[in-house]
């Protein structure tokens, strides 16, 4: 088993570096944006909280290309791999026209989510440029994932993290009026996360073509139209790992939404913890990738073997980093949220929802390391149906109860989110241990 740690650690740590990278663009926008006022980070709030479901919708339909590359790369077969590639690329372009046109129709309704007046007049424009950014961002995840499954992990890393770095430069020069930029405030904010978005795509399109090894994994025709089974295939295994997780990331953006119903300081407070939170989420779910890539790799090469070894290494990493992640959040939540905001009430509020998420660390790095290697073996339809029951069925009408009527406030909706993940951990693990026996 320590080899197989070994194995996926090596394999994982680009990744996790990748994933927190990532995450750290959100993270400079938060910080950036809470200097100018809590209604500007409510605003924020509000609009990741419409945001985040449709672009986890498309992250999680391109999941199908780690399994697939991973597959091919574990048989030898590079027009698989070639085809993984191509076919993700062309859907994530569609979703991604698919899903702004969507949400544009959402932002000329934004009072029908009963917003604070202040926080819904200053969202459209925000909201829109945004969206707008959601087709490069899934185009360059396509790549990122192709490129991930043939173990070549370090190249995507430098080049999304150099999209972060570039994203906080602009955001110093539109957000705030420098280099002889207008101060544009919020919308400064989102012109540079998508002038970001489309750099990181341009960079990974350029690296893909240079790189050696790769030429032979790599579409030599980007538009030949995909055959009919291939899609289903791939939609197959895309669309119901996307159910399960837009379950859980919609869960998070229904409690944002609940929190207008607490006010401005509750969805600022909101804001910081679920950053927070998210990032250092982005330590299981890098290594749940790596685990998805190492399954379907096993799993296409035929080493039934390996796949309870793969499994239970997993397992005990998830678990260590859950301990380390619970006792930060549990020792230090005033400090982390000092790094956001100034406002005291809201530090005070955003540290009493951490020590909720320190509780729940254990139980979300186990569902989605064991949901993400259910996926490598293909098993995606179940994992959704438990998802939706986990977080849907369960954890939202806890949180809505404990904060309305019993008067929790915004903790009694976190208390909720980790009920739910707390149900998909203990429906998911004894499936994945099934399936691998």
Known sequence: MLHECRQTLKLAFPLV?????????????????????VTELAVLTFANSLFYVPFVFGIGVLTAISVFTSNARGSG?????????????HISTLLGLLLFGVMWVFSLNLEMFGQPKEVEQNTELFFMIIMASMVPALMSMALKNHADALDRPWPPFWIFLGGVLLNVFLNWVMIYGNLGCPAWGLEGAAIATLIARI?????????????????EWVPYHWFRMPENAETRK??????????????????????????GKFGATAMAAHQVALMC???????????????????????????????????VSGWWLGAGWAMIGATIFFFSGEFLASLYIDDLSVIRLAALIMIVVGVFQLFDSLQIGSVAMLRGLHDARMPAVMGFVAYWVIGIPVG??????LG???????????VGLFVACILLVPRLWKLTR
Request: net charge positive; with cysteine.
């Open 77 to 89: 077969d590079t027009a698989a791999g070639r085809a993984s590639c191509r076919l993700g690329v």
């Open 234 to 259: 791939f939609l197959g295994v895309g669309i119901p790992a996307s159910l399960q997780m837009i379950c859980e990331v919609s869960a998070f953006s229904a409690a944002g939404l609940l929190m």
């Open 17 to 37: 570096i990748g994933q927190v990278s990532q995450m750290l663009l959100g993270v400079a926008d938060t910080v950036m944006i809470g200097k100018l006022g």
């Open 408 to 418: 929790y406030g915004a903790v009694g909706v976190w208390c909720g989110l980790a």
């Open 199 to 215: 750099a990181i795509l341009v960079a990974m399109f350029v690296w893909l073509y240079r790189a050696s090894g790769l030429r």
């Open 277 to 311: 939170a998210a990032t250092a989420f982005m330590v299981p779910l890098g290594l749940s990738m790596a685990l998805s890539v190492r399954i379907g790799s096993a799993n296409g090469a035929g080493e039934f073997h390996r796949l309870r070894k793969i499994v």
């Open 400 to 405: 809505y109860y404990l904060s309305i009527y």
